[in-house]
C-alpha cells in the first residue's frame, strides 16, 4: 500500500503561485531601491518579520528521529556564529550606518559590486528571498 500524502501537507497550486508573486513582487521592490538606504533596510526588516512568523507559525511534520550529528552541527554553527560575529562587528564599527564602509565591509558591501546593476539586483534579491523562503519552509 503506498502511502499517500495529505492535503494539508502539500501547498495547493493556487498558494504556492500567490507565494512566487510574493517573492517576485518583494525582490522587484527590492530592486529598485538605492542600496544601503532606508527603503532597502525597511524591506528587509519587513521580510524577516514575515519569515519569523512563517517560522513560528509552521505546522511541524512528524518524521522519524535520527541520530544526531554533533559533530557537524558544532562545527556548521562555530562557522555560522563567526560569521554572524564579523557582520555584525563590521556594521556596527560602521562611520556612517547608511553607507558602505571600505574599512569595515559587510557582505552586502562585498558584493554590491556585483550587485549594482538591475537585472543583477533583481537575481540577487530573488535568490535571497528564494534561500529565505526555502530555510522557513524546510
Known sequence: MAAESTPAARPSSGRRALTVVCVVSVAAVGALTQPFGWPATVLVLVVGA???VLAIRAPRSVEPKAPPLRRGTAAWSAL????AGWEAYAYVRQPDWTKPSDQHPTLSTLLDPA???GPLRF???LIWLAV??????R
Open 132 to 137: 529565505g523562503l526555502w530555510l522557513v519552509t
Open 115 to 117: 550587485l549594482e546593476q
Open 80 to 83: 555560522l556564529l563567526a560569521a
Open 123 to 125: 537575481a540577487g534579491w
Open 50 to 52: 514575515a519569515a519569523l
